[in-house]
């Protein structure tokens, strides 16, 4: 057994400074003597006859020493209580006098400081003569009597009067500010501002007094946006969500510098993403009823925008051809003005009369996506269809024209030629592709 070897490691020394428990002493005491008698059993085969005898007198020696020492503390430790009490009693005491030497710091700094400029104040003679000959006390603050009994309702004349200045102040307020030019259609009645927004929202607005720093406040909002097709009378706008749009327009409302353009623009925004909604609820009841796969709905993005695909077939047989083109209606939000409705696009790009023919923009009163696309096939009818009589002219003698109801195209082959010698060329709606008959 090497000297480290038969060391034992210490235990960790108390906390506290003040005392040690007495076993941890005693246990302090046996580790140490038999740390010593390890090493001396190791020395002292290497040391002389006499050298042996000394070493285990001084062992036994300081063993002794240190044991009784420990069975002098064992001994005292039966009257160690009496000892701990009279040491809470010295710190207690210490603790008092160190109050009493406070307090009467305190007082001293208080009397030459605080004191020094303070004075009695004058007697209060009215309310000592109102006690002594009245009886009564007629001087307490009117805060306590507003505190406890509620104040006395006006009158039907002064609400008149009060609902009549305030409209003239929600007159002042909206002359003197910029509106926004979506939201001109307005009504002033009975201290309120209801701005009415062709189908899209309904709001309604008051002022909570005469200065020009008082912000609106937001009484009521509601949602015009209807789905005529899908949406069965129920209303597209949860509750929740209602609350939630009218806490975030009142925080707008208050903070800005034209606060009824950051509300139109909240509002108006809700409107557009609920009406890309409501579209693209119709397109997937298309694509799962009547027109299955001629449709696809190539890209949704919350809020922004709706492309649909149509004309699938053709796409599909046009795909390995260098001439593939990709159909595509969308409806999307006008990223340089936010406070248009919502605008339509093609590709192929149409032509600007071929555009205002299907609108430029949704039109808001009857969302109907089917409505959409059907305009859209109906002028790329009429465009393939002066396409192909512009081709067929040149191999023809006889006239070529496109008629509607139904949308074809006529082609006299003969000249002179019968009603039932013309070749009638349409336009499949689902495909896009040519039929003759």
């Known amino acids: 057994m090497t000297l480290q070897g038969s060391m034992l490691m210490a235990p960790p020394a108390p906390s506290s400074g003040g005392t040690i428990p007495l076993a941890l002493l005693i246990e302090y005491g046996l580790q140490r003597t038999y740390h010593e008698l390890v090493v001396l059993s190791e ?5 002389t006859d006499m ?11 300081r063993t ?3 044991f009784v020492r420990l069975l002098a503390l064992v ?13 809470d009693i010295c710190n207690f005491l210490e603790q008092q006098s160190m109050f009493f030497v406070e307090t009467a710091d305190s007082l001293h700094k208080m009397a030459k400081e605080t004191l020094a400029s303070a004075r009695l104040p004058s007697f209060s003679l009215p309310s000592a003569i109102d006690v002594l000959t009245t009886g009564t006390y007629p ?10 009994i509620p104040p006395d309702p006006i009158t039907p004349q002064e609400k008149v009067l009060t609902l009549q200045r305030l409209n003239e102040v929600i007159q002042y307020r909206l002359v003197s500010n910029e509106l926004p030019k979506q939201m001109r259609r307005l009504k002033i009645d009975q201290g309120r501002v209801k701005f009415f927004v062709e189908h899209e929202f309904e709001v309604t607005l008051t002022l909570m007094g005469d200065s020009p720093t008082i912000p609106w406040r937001l009484l009521d909002v509601s949602f015009l946006v209807e789905d005529h097709e899908t949406g069965n009378g129920k209303s597209l706008v949860h509750s929740m969500q209602v609350h939630y749009i009218h806490e975030l327009a009142q925080s707008r409302l208050l903070h800005v510098d034209h606060p009824l353009h950051d509300l139109y623009k909240v509002l108006h925004s809700f409107c557009q993403s609920l009406q890309l ?8 009841r298309l694509m799962s009823d009547r027109l299955r796969d001629s449709i696809r709905i190539e890209e949704y993005s919350l809020s922004k925008s709706l492309s649909i695909s149509y004309w699938r077939d053709q796409m599909k047989k046009e795909k390995n051809q260098e001439n593939y083109i990709l159909h595509k209606l969308s409806v999307h939000v006008c990223e340089e003005d936010e406070g248009k409705p919502l605008q339509i696009s093609h590709q192929p790009p149409m032509t600007p009369m071929e555009s205002r023919k299907v609108g430029l923009a949704i039109k808001s009163d009857h969302l109907s996506i089917e409505k959409l696309l059907m305009q859209t096939i109906e002028v790329r009818t009429h465009t393939k269809l002066k396409e192909l009589a512009r081709e067929m002219q040149r191999m023809v003698d006889g006239k070529c024209e496109v008629r509607d109801m139904p949308v074809a195209l006529h082609v006299s082959v003969l000249n002179p030629c019968m009603s039932s010698e013309v070749l009638r ?7 896009g592709s040519y039929m003759a008959s």
Do not use: G, H, M, Y
């Open 277 to 284: 909604e409501v579209l693209n609820s119709q397109a997937q």
């Open 75 to 87: 001994k005292w430790a039966n009257s160690a209580s009496k000892v701990d009490k009279c040491v």
């Open 139 to 148: 001087r307490l603050p009117t805060c306590i009597r507003e505190r406890i």
């Open 425 to 431: 060329i349409s336009i499949d709606v689902q495909t």
């Open 64 to 66: 002794r020493q240190l």
């Open 51 to 61: 050298d042996r005898k000394i070493e285990i007198f001084q062992f036994a020696s």
């Open 43 to 47: 020395l002292l085969p290497r040391k």
